[in-house]
């Protein structure tokens, strides 16, 4: 193999952790910041120059956040397999493996892509009709659907390959590629929407070219990698065995994902019901609050990848630090961030619309979700530990169990009982605290590192 060094790649094997911990999970962070603030600055300039009603506008593109939510999750979850297998092979210095590893990834994620797009073109009219979606939102809402299925194949190949990237200990190298194409989509938003006036349509495009652009130079980039993660598009085949080892961390953490915002799905259908005024609300306010969640979820991501070497490399003590050091880190690092969006939270709102009954319920959402994320903090962290020893199947039955049960159950059961959108949002607390101690007591009881360090 190339001895040759590569400066993004960070030395998880080696040396303090804490330092390295921020280093590795703030790109991440800023990646998923980047990834959302496509969404919103879809939202924010139909919302303040489309042509048509912008506010109709707002929510065909909010309502359209927990269907793209699942369907991304699934694969973003798979691609943590991905991260876990090649971050265990290189480790065990494993060359054979590393490569199979990244070949059977980037088919596997264009070929998923193709087959999304497919299947969704064909029932996401049926998915936006049980969702309930305000009959004068709807034809909007269907329109930038399908031009965003389109481009599934791309936006599944990005996530993959910032898995590999992610997986050596290289962050910066997908943020710096999704910050270049977050400035082009804000651009082509304000030409498709302003200059040409078109409406939801033109958001969409925007962030399919935008999307283009980021998994292009990822792969660009990893055909010219010198070591470890090397592309070569000659090999590109799909190993059995490898993308059983992918799948088998992967498809939980994925299915996790994906029920998790089918549970969403669920409250989402639930919020459509209460109109047009609280669906622009909720939307504006779910696109400043998955900030923060990036945020607490970068840690989670981080502690996977130093877990997943560190434990191929057999070096147990280091995995338990690990834990122990990103739940400080992420502790202290999501409640400053919480406070600053608090803080300027109305002004945020009204970057999305002005309307100040749109501020207004924006704002108490995200009271209620900040009150939660302690709770979603700890889960997370706790469950990218675990997943980092390739035991994913645990926290995944235990955040279906937790989260999604307890939130279609409150939909059903307490919601109708009291209609209004405080009582809706009461669902998140209560679920996230729920499978927080969950996940605690399986971490206690499973004991991942005394497991492993006796083998």
């Not at 495009?205 to 993660?229: E, F, G, M, Y």
Request: charged share 10%; aromatic share 10%.
């Amino acid at each position: 193999m190339n001895s040759g060094k590569n400066a993004s790649r960070m030395d998880i094997l080696n040396g303090s952790i804490w330092n390295k911990l921020p280093l590795y999970a703030l790109p991440v962070a800023a990646t998923g910041i980047l990834e959302q603030l496509f969404n919103a600055s879809d939202i924010a300039i139909v919302g303040n120059f489309a042509s048509t009603d912008r506010t109709v506008a707002i929510a065909a593109v909010g309502a359209n956040s927990p269907v793209i939510g699942v369907i991304l999750n699934l694969f973003i979850g798979i691609s943590l397999g991905t991260n876990v297998v090649i971050a265990n092979a290189i480790g065990r210095k494993d060359e054979k493996a590393t490569s199979q590893a990244v070949h059977t990834s980037i088919l596997a994620a264009i070929i998923g892509g193709l087959l999304v797009t497919l299947l969704g073109e064909l029932f996401i009219k049926n998915v936006l009709t049980l969702l309930n979606v305000p009959t004068d939102v709807f034809p909007y809402a269907l329109l930038y659907i399908r031009i965003y299925l389109l481009g599934m194949p791309v936006i599944f190949l990005y996530n993959f390959e910032a898995a590999i990237f992610r997986s050596t200990g290289d962050t910066r190298t997908p943020l710096l590629a999704l910050a270049l194409s977050g400035v082009l989509n804000v651009i082509l938003n304000l030409v498709f929407v302003v200059i040409f006036k078109m409406s939801v349509n033109g958001v969409a495009i925007a962030t399919v070219i935008a999307n283009v652009v980021s998994s292009t130079i990822l792969l660009i980039k990893l055909t010219h990698a010198k070591q470890w993660i090397h592309l070569d598009v000659r090999k590109l085949k799909i190993d059995g065995k490898c993308l059983s080892r992918i799948l088998k961390i992967g498809l939980p953490a994925g299915i996790q994902s994906a029920v998790f915002n089918l549970a969403n799905l669920v409250i989402q259908a639930a919020i459509n019901s209460l109109g047009t005024v609280v669906i622009a609300a909720s939307s504006a306010g779910y696109n400043i609050e998955i900030l923060v969640y990036y945020i607490f979820n970068s840690f989670s991501q981080a502690c996977t990848t130093f877990v997943g070497q560190n434990y191929g490399a057999g070096q147990i003590k280091r995995c338990r630090r690990t834990l122990f050091l990103c739940l400080i880190e992420d502790t202290i690092t999501s409640i400053a961030a919480i406070i600053i969006i608090l803080s300027s939270g109305r002004f945020l709102l009204s970057l999305f619309n002005r309307d100040p009954q749109v501020i207004s319920l924006g704002y108490t959402r995200l009271v209620m979700i900040f009150t939660a994320y302690i709770f979603s903090m700890l889960y997370e962290v706790m469950s990218g530990y675990m997943r980092g020893f390739g035991i994913s199947l645990v926290p995944a039955i235990l955040t279906i169990i937790g989260v999604c049960g307890i939130r279609i159950a409150w939909v059903y059961t307490a919601f109708p009982q009291n209609r209004t959108f405080h009582t809706l949002l009461m669902a998140y607390p209560i679920s996230l605290s729920v499978t927080a101690v969950l996940i605690l007591i399986a971490l206690l009881i499973y004991h991942p590192a005394k497991r492993f360090e006796n083998k």
